[in-house]
Structures are given as structure tokens and as C-alpha cells.
């Protein structure tokens, strides 16, 4: 391949891959890196998680090149294995209370133009919104906050899962439904006021 050292196109990253180019995880590395960081962020739930995550996906799948077959993307390939990583760090921290606190603690400081009643019906709601993600399985809520923070695509997921892409669609539906019966009080409330 000549001239495409700045090329991200899917086609020339996963042939790159493919024939084991010395430069391919350098280009998926510039090319990926912030979609990777953002699937790590989401499975780890820890920005330093996510960096270590993902710094071990590209040293595995550097180590396994001759492993990859092209049969889905190069971004799906690494998504997973950013995915695998997070689940093998929650191994050893899950008793850890410190990965054990609301998503709301780690930035609660608030408008400070709101009153103190529209602080602590936010903080409230924040509450409601956390535990109800929580409610959710792992595997859920990791594909909820990839599609919800992280845009991720119907097709992307569909690949990083080995799901097809209507049961992506049943699996957010599902999910979906759940939180909103969840949560359909609590916004009532949090909006009236």
C-alpha cells in the first residue's frame, strides 16, 4: 500500500491486519484509540481501567495478528478484546468498595444557580438513575452506555457481541422498557418540580 500512512478506512486497516504489516496496530492504534478508550470507559467504568484496557487489547492482538481472520472488522475485533480485559480487571476489584460507589459521586458539585430543593431532587434523580443501571446486568448496561454515551452503531455492537443486529435491537429494546418503568415516577416527579 503506498501513500495511506494517515488512512483509517476499515478495509485498509483490517488488510494491514490481515498480511501482519509491521505498521498495522501503529494505524489502528491513531486510527482507534478514542472509539477504544470510550468502549473501555464504558466496560471498565474507570478512566485508568480503560487506558490499561485498552494498552493490553493492542499488546494481545499484536501478539495474535496471525489470529485474525477478517471475518468482522479490525474495531470489533479490538472492542472485544478492550471488553475482555475490563472483565478480567473487575476479577480482582469487585469487593473493593471504591468501585463500588453511585456514577454521581465522582462529579456532584451542582449548578450553583439551582435552589438547595432542585440540588437534592437532582441528586435524587442522578440516584434513581444510577441504581436503576445497576439493576441491569452487566452485559446490559455496558451495551446501554456504548450505544447511549459512546454512539456506538447497531452494526458495531452487533459484531462486537457475535449477535446479529436485529437481536442487538431486541437486547436495547428490552433494556429499554426496563428502565423506563423504572424511572417513570421518579422523572414525573423530578420534572413537576
Not at 7 to 34: E, F, K, N
Not at 43 to 55: F, I, K, L
Not at 89 to 106: C, H, L, S, V
Not at 123 to 147: H, V, Y
Request: charge should be negative; hydrophobic fraction near 35%; glycine fraction near 6%.
Amino acid at each position: 500500500m503506498t501513500n495511506d500512512a494517515l488512512s483509517c478506512s476499515p478495509i485498509d486497516i483490517s488488510t494491514l491486519v490481515r498480511t501482519q504489516d509491521a505498521g498495522a496496530m501503529d494505524r489502528v492504534a491513531q486510527c482507534y484509540m478514542g472509539y477504544l478508550l470510550a468502549v473501555g470507559r464504558c466496560a471498565c467504568r474507570d478512566e485508568a481501567g480503560a487506558t490499561d484496557a485498552v494498552q493490553d487489547a493492542l499488546v494481545q492482538a499484536t501478539e495474535r495478528l496471525s489470529q485474525y481472520r477478517g471475518d468482522g472488522s479490525v474495531k470489533a475485533w479490538l472492542s472485544k478484546m478492550v471488553v475482555n480485559a475490563c472483565r478480567c480487571q473487575a476479577r480482582g476489584r469487585k469487593n473493593n468498595p471504591e468501585w463500588n460507589q453511585p456514577f454521581d459521586e465522582t462529579n456532584s458539585q451542582g449548578n450553583s444557580q439551582e435552589t438547595v430543593t432542585q440540588q437534592v431532587g437532582r441528586k435524587e434523580f442522578q440516584a434513581q438513575i444510577s441504581s436503576a443501571l445497576e439493576s441491569l446486568s452487566a452485559d446490559d448496561r455496558e451495551l446501554f452506555l456504548l450505544i447511549q454515551l459512546h454512539d456506538a452503531t447497531g452494526p458495531e455492537l452487533a459484531s462486537l457481541y457475535e449477535k446479529s443486529p436485529e437481536a442487538i435491537r431486541a437486547r436495547l429494546t428490552r433494556i429499554r422498557r426496563k428502565l423506563r418503568s423504572q424511572l417513570s415516577e421518579t422523572w414525573e416527579l423530578w420534572q413537576s418540580s
